[in-house]
């Protein structure tokens, strides 16, 4: 498999990988898990607008699985309005999980590198924020390679394992990028 992901909207047959996001913490793993939840409501929010609204979305992030053929569901990458004090849409919080099986091969890197191209062409967002656990060194150095820079620590800001983590807040702005067909 190479580096080459798209993002499209989740499907009806992607409903199983949403619902066991909900109910097996190996899917989303030990940064994004934060315990069980109703595996029902990520189908209910996909009934209702298809993981894609004006104040958040989820898209599909697919790719060629030698195994499994073409748009293979990978993972998952989500956007989430913040208001910032600008105009609604002006800034977007991301997030992105994969599957364990594509971990470690560059491929978040290249769906965030997506995201960010998405979000600028499509979107009034002049900034975008991420935050990630002070120790996902991994995310950190996807984060930095689209472009992103660390911004500040929020100290314990997550509850997991049983103990409060610091947070690592990053930002982008669009103007720290020369985007095609933009600004």
């Known amino acids: 498999m190479d580096d080459h992901v798209a993002l499209r909207p989740f499907s009806e047959q992607d409903l199983s990988f949403l619902e066991r996001l909900s109910s097996d913490p190996s899917v989303s793993g030990r940064y994004v898990w934060a315990g069980f939840r109703d595996p029902r409501a990520r ?4 009934e209702k607008d298809g993981y894609v609204g004006a104040d958040s979305a989820a898209l599909a992030v697919v790719g060629d699985d030698p195994e499994l053929g073409p748009d293979t569901v990978l993972g998952i990458a989500s956007w989430e309005a913040k208001d910032r004090g600008g105009p609604p849409g002006g ?10 099986e594509y971990r470690g091969r560059g491929l978040g890197t290249a769906a965030q590198g997506e995201m960010v191209r998405h979000l600028f062409h499509c979107t009034l967002a002049y900034r975008l924020e991420a935050q990630t656990d002070a120790d996902n060194i991994a995310e950190q150095r996807a984060l930095e390679r689209v472009g992103f820079r660390r911004e500040g620590v929020l100290r314990c800001a997550r509850f997991r394992e049983g103990e409060w983590r610091d947070m690592l807040m990053y930002g982008l702005l669009r103007s720290d990028l020369r985007i095609e067909g933009g600004d």
């Open 43 to 46: 189908r209910r929010r996909w």
């Open 91 to 100: 800034c977007y919080e991301i997030g992105l999980a994969l599957l364990p």
